[in-house]
């Protein structure tokens, strides 16, 4: 008799554990409105790799310019055009990153009207002629007499002395990257069709 009682106090128990844990869960889910407020609110945040937060690996050419107080110039144009995400993808890349200075070059109202929302798909064209498949040192692009650009287009490559241009641009520095290497130029690299 004490073995039935026993079990049915264990049993009893069970059903009582199985019944708290399952109104936790029930409470959890109570307000099913709030899920639905939530989603919408991250559809409407930048999705894709450019936005991971991430403080431990080597960052990538889009972080360097990020990070850069020569490229705020840079960094507005690529969000304008909506181009991080092809920034930061496994590479290798060389970019060709303008200063500010470099943006400052251009005939006045130049980088105004091209970060307009209607001169999206120009300002990009012009973007991926800075960015080139490849991991190539200053010294070693120094082999190549034309590079092929991310908008299917060319690019020239001088030698002057030591110094490497790139489209007319010179490069004043080199950074590397997790997915390839920033080279810092001191002009913004036109396509053909926009010199």
């Excluded at 059903?15 to 709030?34: A, D, F, H, M, Q």
């Excluded at 559809?43 to 936005?51: M, P």
């Excluded at 110094?163 to 080199?174: F, L, T, W």
């Amino acid at each position: 008799m004490r073995t039935i009682t026993n079990l049915k106090t264990l049993f009893g128990s069970f059903l009582l554990l199985l019944l708290i844990c399952g109104c936790k869960n029930e409470s959890k889910n109570e307000n099913p409105k709030t899920a639905p407020a939530v989603a919408e609110a991250e559809e409407t945040e930048k999705t894709g790799q450019a936005f991971i937060k991430d403080d431990e690996s080597m960052p990538n050419v889009l972080n360097i310019a990020i990070g850069s107080p020569d490229h705020t110039t840079l960094v507005a144009a690529v969000q304008a055009a909506g181009l991080e995400n092809a920034l930061v993808n496994a590479g290798p890349l060389m970019v060709f990153a303008p200063t500010n200075a470099a943006f400052d070059a251009l005939p006045e109202g130049t980088v105004e009207n091209l970060l307009k929302p209607e001169n999206k798909d120009a300002l990009a064209n012009i973007l991926k002629h800075h960015v080139t498949p490849g991991n190539y040192s200053k010294d070693f692009l120094k082999k190549f007499k034309k590079l092929g650009q991310a908008n299917d287009q060319n690019t020239t490559v001088e030698v002057k002395g030591d110094d490497v241009y790139v489209g007319g641009a010179k490069i004043i520095a080199s950074v590397k990257a997790g997915n390839g290497i920033v080279h810092v130029v001191d002009k913004v690299i036109l396509p053909p069709s926009e010199e």
